[in-house]
Every structure is written in structure tokens, then in C-alpha cells.
């Protein structure tokens, strides 16, 4: 444990406006500041935060509102939301991947606010069954992202169709400026097979030519090409 972070190598605190916080995920800027993304409780429901830290662990107070950006549940009454993944650009920008009931990918700017220059005001919600033309909604999370060479980002996660308990793998792809790239997989999202009853696709990466990797819950490892059109497993099918 490091004495110079924290107290005696620990930051505990709590998360303003959230109760029971639980953290996800978390990433570097290009200063050092932490970020760390998870779930709580707010009072109009289940919220997604990221917060940053000081290289040392405080509380960031210059970052969104008093050191946390937090993000409503698309549904209030939804179960569980929460942001799941974060990825800092170049420019010490912040993607955030949430879910339940719809997937969300959020773009905000290196000091927290959300940027207005991605999707519509900040964040795409998407509803995946109906990018394969479906009517009826699904429940959709995701839980790992990665950026292809060109900007597009590649989001993993699931989709449980409307009146079912089983959900699909899914590998969902947007643009650099938040829309869903049409041109991938089936309308912008690719469901990749699996068995259980609970197929998801937890992380995604990227290979030098943009193909991509996919691991997770029910599913083959699996190699997918850079439109999302062709996909194998790598090391065969899980029973």
C-alpha cells in the first residue's frame, strides 16, 4: 500500500447525491487525475456516476459537480443502471458506456460536463431490438467498449428481447460523433451466439486492422470483421 495516496494507501469516500455507490470501472487522464465510473442510488432512481480523483485520491471538485458527473437512468423505474466502462481520447475527453434499460454511450469533456457535440446533447440511448427492426423494446446494457482506428467506437454488451428472459450477445457500433454506424452488423449491432441463458458479451478489443475480439458469458471467444459481417469463434463453442 502506497502511504502518498489516500490515507495509508486507501481512498474510501462516499459519492455526492448517490448512496450505496459501487464502483465499475476506471481510467487515467493525461495529469494523473483518476477516474472511476459505477452505479448508486439517487432520488429519482438508479444513476450512473464517473468521478475523478487527484493523483494523490481526493475528491476533484473542479470535475462536473463537486467531483462527480452523474447520469439518470434513462427509466426511473428500472432495477439497475449504472455506468459500466470508461475510455479517455486523446484530448483527455471521457466515453462512458451505461445501461439498463437502453444502452447509452456518453461523451463528456475533460473537466465532466456533457459534451454537446456528441449524439443528442451529450449521449446516445439506443434501444437495440429496434435496430434489427423489432417493435417492441429490449432491456440493453453494455459493459466494455474499444475505438477503431477511424474513431468509430465498438460497444459489448447484451439485449433482452421484449416478454423474454434470455438475452443475446451484442456488439453495437457508433460513430465518432455518437450516431449508430448503420453499416455494421445488421443495422448497427451484430448478436454473436451463444448458449446458457444469459449470453453477453462483457469486452471488446481491437486488433491493428480493426478486427475485433469479443469475450464474455455463454459465448465463444470470437473474431469479428471490422464491419461486423463475418465473426468465428477462436477457441470453439462453449457447452
Known sequence: ??????????????????GD?????LALQSDGSILVAGSGDAVAGPAGFVLRLTPAGALDTTFGVGGVRVLPA??????DFGVRAIDVLGD?????????????LARLTADGDLDAGFGAGGSAVVDIAALGGGSEPSRDDGFG??????????????SVPAGQSRSAAVLVRFTSAGAVDAGFGTGGALTIPGAGSFPAAYDVVALPDDTLVAA??????AQVSANGLAQFPLFGVPA
Not at 146 to 158: C, K, L, M, N, T
Not at 216 to 221: A, F, L, R
Open 92 to 104: 483527455d475527453r471521457i466515453l462512458a458506456v451505461a445501461g439498463g434499460p437502453d444502452l447509452v
Open 21 to 25: 455507490p459501487s464502483g465499475d470501472d
Open 145 to 158: 467498449l474499444v475505438r477503431q482506428s477511424d474513431g468509430s467506437i465498438v460497444v459489448a454488451g447484451f
Open 1 to 18: 500500500l502506497d502511504p502518498g495516496f489516500g490515507t495509508d494507501g486507501i481512498v474510501l469516500l462516499d459519492v455526492p447525491g448517490l
Open 74 to 79: 434513462t427509466d426511473p423505474n428500472t432495477g
Open 216 to 221: 464474455g458469458e455463454g459465448i465463444p471467444v
